[in-house]
T-cell receptor, first 111, second 110 residues
Framework: GESVGLHLPTLSVQEGDNSIINCAYS??????FIWYKQESGKGPQFIID?????DKRQGQRVTVLLNKTVKHLSLQIAATQPGDSAVYFC??????????FGSGTQLTVLP | SQTIHQWPATLVQPVGSPLSLECTVE??????LYWYRQAAGRGLQLLFY??????ISSEVPQNLSASRPQDRQFILSSKKLLLSDSGFYLC?????????FGSGTRLTVV
């Protein structure tokens, strides 16, 4: 069936290093992708989004890359900070479906 | 300003007891509203969504039900809770192309 999933369940990075969180999707009809950050005990917060007609989008310290050929999405966080420690979810949306979430990656920033 | 409120934040209920979780939004009209459940260490599973008063769509068969009695109110209910209903319940509303989430309710069924 259709799914959105993540390659790695956990990721540890040193403070100041760059982080890369990956996501694979299988729905070729997806036209919109979102990255969410969820801190412990809180609801997910929007980070950045990208439409399927784009391959890159940049925000403040974050960049999302979309490779439609291999159905792969990544979130890059520059100069990772302790406050970036959280679970990160990718989500995809198509006209025929509601927003579908992946299982999440736990990012831990080491001092 | 546009805000979403969800309560209670935590809830411990015995098996077989009823459930009522409430979600309200402010600063918008006729929003699309959603209930998600998140099991520990897992992703978000869509339970119900509503595009208007009295209109409920269920994504998965389960022990839960939802109602939309008012434009900005979305309620998640159960007549008899099961142990498997434990989880983190999130209300969301569609804002533009994305969703804005409430702060969640941690439900533990004992």
């Amino acid at each position: 069936g259709e799914s959105v999933g993540l390659h790695l369940p956990t990721l540890s990075v040193q403070e100041g290093d760059n982080s890369i969180i990956n996501c694979a999707y299988s729905n070729s009809a997806s036209d919109y992708f979102i990255w969410y950050k969820q801190e412990s005990g809180k609801g997910p917060q929007f980070i950045i989004d990208i439409r399927s007609n784009m391959d890159k989008r940049q925000g403040q310290r974050v960049t999302v890359l979309l490779n439609k050929t291999v159905k792969h999405l990544s979130l890059q966080i520059a100069a990772t900070q302790p406050g970036d420690s959280a679970v990160y979810f990718c989500a995809e949306k198509s006209s025929a479906r509601q927003l579908t979430f992946g299982s999440g990656t736990q990012l831990t920033v080491l001092p | 300003s546009q805000t979403i409120h969800q309560w209670p934040a935590t809830l411990v209920q015995p098996v077989g007891s009823p459930l009522s979780l409430e979600c309200t939004v402010e600063g918008t009209s006729n929003p699309n509203l959603y209930w998600y459940r998140q099991a520990a260490g897992r992703g978000l599973q869509l339970l119900f969504y509503s595009v208007g008063i009295g209109q409920i769509s269920s994504e998965v068969p389960q022990n839960l039900s939802a109602s939309r009695p008012q434009d900005r109110q979305f309620i998640l209910s159960s007549k008899k809770l099961l142990l498997s209903d434990s989880g983190f319940y999130l209300c969301a509303w569609r804002t533009g192309s994305g969703y804005t989430f409430g702060s969640g309710t941690r439900l533990t069924v004992v």
